[in-house]
Structures are given as C-alpha cells and as structure tokens.
C-alpha cells in the first residue's frame, strides 16, 4: 500500500499579535493564498487550509484552493492538522506534512527534502534544520535551537544557547536553527494530539518537547532555506518593502 504525502495548512483568524494574518494582502494577494501556490506546486499528493473561520475559507476557495472546516478550540496548528486528517480521511500509514500559513516564501525544496526523511521507514516524525552562524542570532530565544545525533535525530531543542561552549579554547560547535515545518505519519500525529503538555514543553513554550518526553523520536534534514516568517504587522510591512525595492532593481 502506497503512501500519500498529504500537506495541511492551519489558519487561524484569531491571532493576538496581528489578527487575520491569513488574509493580509503580500504583494496583492492574501498571504494564505502565497502559501497554497508553493504547497500545490510541491511533490505532495495534496494539501488543505484548516481553518475555524469562514472568512479564511471563503477566500482559499475564492482562488481554488481546498479548504477542511475545523474546531475553533484547538490550541495549536498541530492539534488542527489532527483533525484535518481525521476529516479528510487519511490513512495511518499516510504522511502529514503540517506548513505554516505565515512563511509565504516555503517552496518545493523544503517540501521535498522534509518528505525524503520517510525514505527512511523508521521515521515517524521530522522537520528541518538550518546551520546558524550569526551569534545574535544564536542568543536571540525567539530563534529555536535543536541538538542532533550523528543520525540526524533531534537529541532537544531549546530557546537558549545550546550547546553551551564552557571552554573558549575548544573548537567552536555547529549551531542549528529549528524551522517550524514538520511532517508526521498519521498514526504517530493521533497518539500526538492525545498527549498532555510536558514539563519540558511549558518551560520552554516548545511542543515538540512534549513528543520527545514521551519517547517520539524526531528526524531532522539539512537545508538552506532563507525565508521569512511573519508574525506582526511590522513584519508584513517590512517584507512588502523589501519585495518592492527587488522589484525596482
């Protein structure tokens, strides 16, 4: 029995930090819609906006995109996207690759490379890294750190600096940027959504650290993948300008 790649985009209207983000126009057009031509020009076999809200719906099926109507309550995009494949139907065997709806610029690449993990059958969960060199980033704790084995496999991840360099003369380690997509086989993202927050999870405002302690493990890929998310109006406003000023060139 084959496997199908399955991507779901939760939305939410609701966003404390800059609400209907879904809908605020990039370039023209809906940064929700920005998402969906990336997703649908990727390898996966098909892809859905989750969303609670008919505003987000009407819009993604304005331009032909899919859309699967979901409870208001759930408290993250991973709890949505459970739902999403309970609704759509999707085998336990089959793969969700869960897509932000505010990284507009996510393409093919990403997509590919995150599926390429599950060559490996052993692989229930995974998600990509990126090298980081810039120490305020490094520091900074809105950027995710994550630790590997030599597998690839996630060993923690951590708003802090890790690892820490205790002794300056000793060569300088890789650092590793988390980046917000994961995919996940259908029967792993069920047993997910059941788990209770973990103590690891609220001290760090990470959920993937809830899966960890559970014993999940989590696969990791290499890429280079530059894009912005964006999360204020500040934000949107910045990229706007930075489209433009290409544009212009």
Known sequence: MSTRFFGIIPARYASTRFPGKPLASL???????????????????GYAVATD?????????????NVVMTAPS????????GEAARLLGLADHDV??????D???ISANEIALLTKIFDNP????????????DLSLIQDPNKVKVVTALSGKALYFSRSTVPFVRDAQCDTPSYLQHLGIYAYRNKTLQKLIQLPPSALEKAEKLEQLR???????IYT?????????????????????????HETK
């Open 122 to 133: 052993d692989v229930q969960i995974a998600t990509l890294v990126k090298p980081m060199d």
């Open 211 to 217: 899966w960890l302690e559970n014993g999940f493990d």
């Open 103 to 105: 990284e507009p610029f």
């Open 27 to 45: 370039n023209g057009k809906p940064m929700i819609q920005h998402v969906c031509e990336h997703v649908a020009a990727s390898p996966l076999d």
């Open 74 to 81: 759930h408290p993250s995009g991973t709890d949505r996207c």
């Open 221 to 245: 890929a290499l890429c280079h993948y530059e894009g912005i998310g964006i999360d204020t109006p500040e934000d949107l406003q910045r990229v706007q300008t930075m489209l433009n000023s």
């Open 96 to 101: 969700v690759v869960n897509i932000q709806g």
């Open 53 to 65: 809200d008919e505003r987000i719906a009407q819009c993604v099926r304005s331009f032909g995109g």
